[in-house]
């Protein structure tokens, strides 16, 4: 059986290339994908052949936002039946190096994480037709959640853990600079834990727009000012220019959380005001038990649709990648990985 996918090569280099679907072996599950969010990750492969340090040196798939349906179960493999709708947690954890053994496994120094260049050989991504599971990583959607909605369970998932990172933000002043898809649903998670207000700061109009239709209580041109005497603050632009807006802004031992991943090498930020004002700097990384917390959140209609902005069909990815870089446009672009060869198009909203 052949699988179409999604496969960078190198920067600038993405194909849709026939591939063999393998079976689902014992306590595997393969899964027919429908739906798959580009992520910044998948843009940075896509532009600059990597991310961070993370080098593509192997064809690659990409994609870890993705849902579908079960299409086949191996053996060991009984609470899973055949058609229904699923996400994919997209870590595999080692599950005995210490910090597994703490509970922190999405800090795993050997988790294997779908369309990832961190280990050689790379681990294949979800933008397939047709992908095969560890069956723990497969959730079934709660009752009434569509696919579509679903698809934001991994990056939503990401803003809860930064927001579970910032602490109590109940009744809290909150600052995130960024209004990427991440930066929204960060928005709508800290609105849905009880925040009193979040500012949000972006260059481009459109991304802030769309950060007020998901919760923002006021926003920012970052390149026309700047808030102050915020409780903390999330940094979601990847950018040394927001790091330093958060340290800035961020009262007198409040906290940062570092969400966005920088630029390669090292980044200057203004040490002594760390100091000085006792502020906490903290890192986010990815997510692992907020993914169940987030399929909730968006089976009771936690108010995130307005970042799903752009939908093509497989066939169409190089547009979909472009399209998904020009922030002034898109926010989340999804691939329709069910559309028929040939189908060509983008469906906006």
């Not at 996918?5 to 290339?17: F, I, M, N, P, Y």
């Not at 055949?82 to 947690?89: K, L, Q, S, T, W």
């Not at 609105?191 to 769309?210: H, K, Y």
């Not at 752009?310 to 399209?323: G, M, R, V």
């Amino acid at each position: 059986m052949s699988t179409r996918a999604c496969v960078v090569h190198g920067a600038g280099d993405l194909r849709v290339e026939e591939r063999e679907a393998a079976p689902p072996g014992g306590g595997e599950v393969a899964v027919s994908v429908a739906l798959g969010g580009i992520c910044g990750s998948d843009l940075h492969y896509y532009h600059r052949g990597s991310v961070g340090d993370f080098q593509v040196r192997e064809p690659m798939v990409l994609g870890h936002e993705v849902v579908g349906h079960v299409a086949a179960t191996g053996d060991g493999v009984n609470d899973l039946a055949v058609g229904a709708p699923v996400a994919i947690h997209p870590a595999t954890p080692c599950g005995s190096c210490p910090e597994c053994a703490l509970d922190h496994r999405n800090v795993c120094a050997h988790s294997r994480y779908l369309g990832s260049a961190a280990r050689t050989p790379h681990v294949q991504g979800g933008f397939a037709q047709h992908i095969v599971v560890p069956a723990d990583q497969v959730r079934p959607l709660p009752d009434g959640l569509g696919l579509r909605r679903a698809v934001l369970a991994e990056p939503l998932s990401v803003a809860l853990h930064a927001v579970r990172r910032a602490g109590d933000v109940a009744g809290r002043r909150v600052l995130v600079t960024g209004a990427g898809p991440i930066g929204c649903l960060a928005v709508a998670a800290l609105r849905d834990a009880g925040a009193a207000e979040v500012i949000v700061t972006d260059l481009l109009d459109a991304p802030l727009a769309i950060a007020a239709q998901v919760g923002a209580t006021s926003t920012i041109r970052a390149d026309r000012g700047m808030p102050d005497q915020v409780d903390l603050a999330i940094e979601a632009s990847g950018s040394a220019a927001g790091l330093s807006t958060c340290v800035q802004a961020v009262r007198r031992r409040g906290t940062v959380v570092l969400l966005g991943l920088l630029p390669p090498g090292e980044t200057g930020f203004l040490g002594n005001v760390v100091v000085t004002r006792e502020l906490q700097l903290t890192g986010a990384f990815r997510f692992d038990h907020e993914f169940d917390e987030a399929l909730s959140l968006l089976a009771g209609g936690l108010p995130v649709d307005p970042v799903l902005t752009h939908t093509f069909p497989l066939s169409e990815a190089t547009a979909a990648f472009d399209i998904a870089g020009n922030r002034a446009v898109a926010s989340k672009v999804l691939l329709d990985l069910t559309a028929p060869v040939g189908c060509a198009g983008a469906s906006a909203g």
